[in-house]
Each structure stands twice: as structure tokens, then as C-alpha cells.
């Protein structure tokens, strides 16, 4: 269940795309509120935009096991895909 600061810090993180601070504190809120599927994707978020790119890709993992359904599935497969790709063209994965 959503609590009133998530819904904030979610309409901020669609506001603030590039910010690792609105992805950082969203994912500390989703946590203390048990959406453990939305922490790990905006960890994943959070990683992405600090350039780790190996600890993305591991948050996207812990979320896909958690999917609810299989769109939500595939769009994590896609984030994953296109994180292992930034990860390559860093040199932070062979």
C-alpha cells in the first residue's frame, strides 16, 4: 500500500528522472513501507544513475522475482537489457 510520501516522492522521481537523491529516498521510503518490488527498482535506478552499473543490474534481478505480473516481467528483462548494455560500453561487464 502507497503512503502519502511515496506518492510524493513518486510524482518527484517522474519530475526528477536524473536524480539520484529522489531515487535514493524513494527507495528508503518503499522499504520502510514494504513495497519491496519498488525499492529494488529504484535502487536499480538509483545505481544507474551513479554509473554502477553491476549493482543495477542486481536490483533489477531481485525485482523481476517479484514482478506481479508478466508486462511488469518484460519490463524488467527490457531495463536489464539495457543496463548489461551501458555496463558493456563502460567496461564494467565483459
Given at each position: 500500500?502507497d503512503?502519502?510520501a511515496?506518492?510524493?516522492?513518486?510524482?518527484q522521481a517522474a519530475r526528477?528522472q536524473?536524480?539520484?537523491y529522489?531515487?535514493y529516498?524513494?527507495?528508503e521510503?518503499q522499504?520502510l513501507?514494504g513495497n519491496?518490488y519498488?525499492?529494488h527498482?529504484?535502487?536499480?535506478q538509483y545505481?544507474?544513475?551513479?554509473?554502477?552499473?553491476?549493482?543495477?543490474?542486481?536490483?533489477l534481478?531481485?525485482?523481476?522475482?517479484l514482478?506481479?505480473?508478466?508486462?511488469?516481467?518484460?519490463?524488467?528483462r527490457?531495463?536489464?537489457?539495457?543496463?548489461e548494455?551501458?555496463?558493456?560500453?563502460?567496461?564494467q561487464l565483459?
Amino acid at each position: 500500500m502507497d503512503t502519502e510520501a511515496e506518492k510524493i516522492l513518486t510524482a518527484q522521481a517522474a519530475r526528477r528522472q536524473n536524480d539520484p537523491y529522489v531515487w535514493y529516498v524513494l527507495a528508503e521510503t518503499q522499504g520502510l513501507t514494504g513495497n519491496t518490488y519498488g525499492l529494488h527498482q529504484s535502487r536499480a535506478q538509483y545505481f544507474y544513475l551513479n554509473g554502477r552499473m553491476l549493482e543495477a543490474r542486481s536490483q533489477l534481478g531481485y525485482a523481476l522475482r517479484l514482478a506481479p505480473d508478466p508486462v511488469a516481467e518484460e519490463r524488467i528483462r527490457t531495463e536489464q537489457r539495457y543496463v548489461e548494455n551501458a555496463a558493456r560500453a563502460l567496461g564494467q561487464l565483459k
